[in-house]
């Protein structure tokens, strides 16, 4: 079993930054994919970006050029750093990990959005 607990959330105005945590504990297997999705108040959760274990990382257009996604793997850390926020952009965030499919990206493509842990998620919420 693997725990995943975010935080960083907060709230910011338009064209702020914040940056996302996702600490992983417990069983956490030696190579893992990692993402990021989000679900705003009364619509679909729907992901934002993923990284597999040897660092290819895919966006969703509309955070592409505005958030990075990036891991450190000694320390079993997911982050999401996100520049240039809009208010579109607030939502609950929750990371997810390990994805049955093994990798997430082939080819630049966010082939399986299927993953087996999820955190409990940080709310960010961006004023304009």
């Known amino acids: 079993q693997v725990h995943l607990v975010e935080s960083?959330?907060?709230?910011?105005?338009?064209?702020?930054?914040l940056r996302l945590s996702c600490a992983a504990s417990?069983?956490?297997?030696?190579?893992?994919?990692?993402?990021?999705?989000?679900?705003?108040?009364?619509?679909?959760?729907?992901g934002v970006a993923t990284i597999d274990d040897d660092g290819s990382?895919?966006?969703?257009?509309?955070?592409?050029g505005r958030f990075t996604i990036s891991r450190d793997k000694a320390e079993n850390i997911l982050y999401l750093q996100m520049n240039n926020l809009t208010p579109e952009d607030t939502a609950m965030y929750y990371c997810a990990a390990d994805s049955p499919d093994g990798r997430t990206v082939e080819?630049?493509?966010w082939v399986s959005y299927d993953y087996n842990y999820w955190g409990q998620g940080t709310?960010?919420?961006v004023s304009s």
């Open 107 to 109: 080819d630049g493509i």
């Open 26 to 46: 417990g069983d956490v297997p030696s190579s893992m994919s990692m993402a990021w999705f989000r679900q705003a108040a009364g619509k679909y959760r729907e």
């Open 8 to 17: 960083g959330g907060g709230s910011v105005q338009s064209g702020g930054s």
């Open 57 to 64: 990382a895919v966006y969703v257009d509309y955070v592409k």
């Open 123 to 125: 709310q960010v919420t």
